[in-house]
């Protein structure tokens, strides 16, 4: 049974930083595709990083680009998010979800989202 929890939101500044991280089980990390989401209100869901079990190569939206970092730790079963220079428009819900199927594009995911969901976490950035 595929179960993913995310923590590590919460309210911090513009400028700051956040870890969010995803603990798995049920299953293991590494033998699936990983991704982070997010939704703001009134918004469509945005696919913001992608970590591929092969090779583990990443992909970040344009929005994330040399702010955001993903990694996964798999003696720990988790993925995180690392999160730095926090701007108001990170302010969404972030989840983390997790794909075994192996023939689809980051494109793809980035835009379609993944298999298996876990329960997002509210970052909140003020200005």
């Known amino acids: 049974d595929v179960q993913l929890q995310a923590s590590g939101g919460g309210l911090v500044q513009a400028g700051g930083s956040l870890r969010l991280s995803c603990a798995a089980s049920g299953f293991t990390l590494e033998n699936y595709d990983i991704g982070w989401f997010r939704q703001a209100p009134g918004k469509e869901r945005e696919g913001v990083s992608l970590i591929r079990r092969s090779g583990g190569s990443t992909v970040y939206a344009d929005s994330v680009k040399g702010r955001f970092t993903i990694s996964s730790d798999s003696a720990e079963n988790t993925v995180y998010l690392q999160m730095n220079s926090l701007k108001p428009e990170d302010t969404a819900v972030y989840y983390c979800?997790?794909?075994?199927?192996?023939?689809?594009?980051?494109?793809?995911?980035?835009?379609?989202?993944?298999?298996?969901w876990g329960k997002g976490t509210q970052v909140t950035v003020s200005s």
């Open positions: 979800a997790v794909d075994p199927r192996t023939f689809y594009s980051n494109t793809y995911y980035l835009r379609n989202g993944m298999r298996y």
